[in-house]
């Protein structure tokens, strides 16, 4: 297995708070996220990367213990679908960049670098063929991985096949990896293929830490034994408010933060201890999970 992921006893609390939305965050704060960039868009000019730098910094100030670099869409197959194919790896070098600097401002917590779905994360026929695959994620992780991120959160997964071409290019770089799937309404991957044989191949191929994420959170109430099942550390960071049709859960409401914490016990009574917000959280959801599951380092 590459290298150990961020586990509470090494952080020092209980559970390890990871941050909240990153593309809706921006887009409430001006970003144009529409494009095929989506979080991505904020790299482009300056202004945008002092929002999103901002928002990291708001995210650790609310207790987060892992903020998540903007490259849901910086491998090169999404930057061409863009218009920015040139600009690989540079803007996800940035991405990065910008994370790493709100964290050191900060003075504690780690970087993930997050690896999507090549294509279209609620679309996965239209992923490339397996060895393709894990090429394009390779270099995606390897230009990630030299710009210095501590962790990959391999996310938003919606083909088994896909996801483990993921986990295994990002664990050949020997940093740790945990790996996150969206599970529909039926307890497949969005491809129909079962989660449990892809949590198990997800652990043989280097992921040490098992999520849930872009559900509602009665999708992580329903779904989340199935996780539980791999037999590593698991948790889980649910969408709210309204989804993509595709993933066929039904949208939930815009819950408050200290509402969304409840919910988030109930998963932490289940073994969870990896916690955090998926679309739809802001900074204020990831304050109330660590006030009342971590360690709030406001004020």
Known sequence: MAGQVPDAEAIG?????????????LARRGIDTRSPLFSAAALLDEG???????????????????????????????????????RFPELAQIAVAEAIAA??????????????PLADCYRPEARPQP?????????????????????????????????????????????????AVQIAPDGKLLDGSDPREFFTAAVAAGAGVVLLNCMPP????????LAKSAGVPFGAYA????????????????????????????????????????????????AALARRFGRSREG
């Open 239 to 286: 969408h709210i408010g309204e989804v993509d049709p595709a993933v066929r859960w039904p949208p939930s409401a815009r819950i408050d933060p200290e509402t969304y914490a409840g919910r988030a016990a109930r998963w932490i009574e289940q073994g969870a201890t990896m916690i955090g917000g998926c679309c739809g959280t802001t900074p204020a959801h990831i």
């Open 218 to 225: 009665d999708g992580i109430d329903a779904m989340l034994d």
């Open 48 to 86: 945008g990367r002092r929002v999103l730098r901002e928002l990291h910094a708001e995210y650790l100030r609310a207790g987060a213990d892992v903020v998540t670099a903007a490259t849901f869409r910086t491998n090169h197959r999404a930057l061409e679908a863009a218009g920015q194919g040139s």
């Open 103 to 116: 964290r050191d401002q900060h003075g504690s917590g780690l970087v993930a670098a997050s690896m999507a």
């Open 13 to 25: 609390h209980r559970i390890v708070i990871l941050d909240g939305a990153v593309g809706t965050e």
């Open 131 to 179: 060895e393709l695959a894990f090429t394009e994620h390779l270099e995606h992780a390897r230009a990630l991985a030299m710009a210095g991120c501590d962790l990959f959160l391999v996310e938003t997964i919606a083909s088994g096949e896909e996801g483990i071409a993921a986990v295994e290019a990002a664990s050949s770089t020997g940093l740790p990896v945990c790996a």
